[in-house]
């Protein structure tokens, strides 16, 4: 993808936005011939800059830098569009209800990819009262575990975070068909349908 800090991004944008040179060059407090330069590739936007172009274009820094613009096509939640994503350096999880760009302990995090439940992370669900208790066959050491289990549907996201040397379970209320995903550290995001 075409980085955004480029003539063609920063015109659009501005367009877009339904402003002047003159006017965003006195927004972010530069010459109208600076935003000129810009826009025809002659230049590029110090990086002093970047936060208040940003700003006045409608977009996030992160945007701005990686070239990655967000529209959200999930106008109507559906939770069934989750992304998990982990951070190598401290062991975050965030969830999204969609595609976003997210960031952790400065690096950009890209979306994990599920697949499907193999023979090394084999899940049984047995129903108790009125809930199911989850049990993942899979070993729960220091270096090899479980970090989560999380069972997704339309309209919700249950989530359990799992830790090294606790047990590979828990009860989740399974209402209506969903995807339950299982995170291993070593082997990634998987999912099965239920």
């Given amino acids: 993808m075409d980085s955004y800090i480029t003539a063609s991004a920063i015109k659009k944008l501005r ?22 330069k810009w826009e025809t590739a002659k230049g590029l936007p110090d990086i002093s800059l970047i936060e208040p172009l940003a700003k006045e274009l409608g977009v996030s820094v992160i945007e701005i830098m990686s070239g990655d613009y ?31 760009l ?54 919700r996201c249950q989530f359990v975070k799992l830790y090294p040397e606790g047990n590979a379970q828990t009860r989740l209320n399974l209402r209506g068909k969903g995807v339950l995903y299982i995170c291993c550290n070593r082997h990634g995001l998987m999912k099965c349908r239920l």
């Fill in 15 to 36: 367009e877009k936005k339904g402003i002047t040179q003159a006017e965003l060059a006195q927004k972010i407090g530069v010459s109208d011939k600076t935003i000129s």
């Fill in 70 to 100: 967000i529209t959200n096509r999930n106008i109507s939640c559906n939770m069934l569009r989750s992304k998990f994503y982990l951070c190598p350096v401290c062991g975050n999880i965030i969830h999204s209800s969609g595609e976003s």
């Fill in 102 to 155: 997210i960031g952790c302990c400065g690096i950009t995090l890209p979306p994990l990819e599920a697949e499907e439940c193999d023979g090394e992370h084999t899940v049984l669900v047995e129903k108790v009262e009125d809930e199911h208790f989850i049990t993942v066959n899979h070993p729960m050491e220091k270096s090899h575990f479980i970090t989560f289990i999380a069972y997704v549907t339309g309209d």
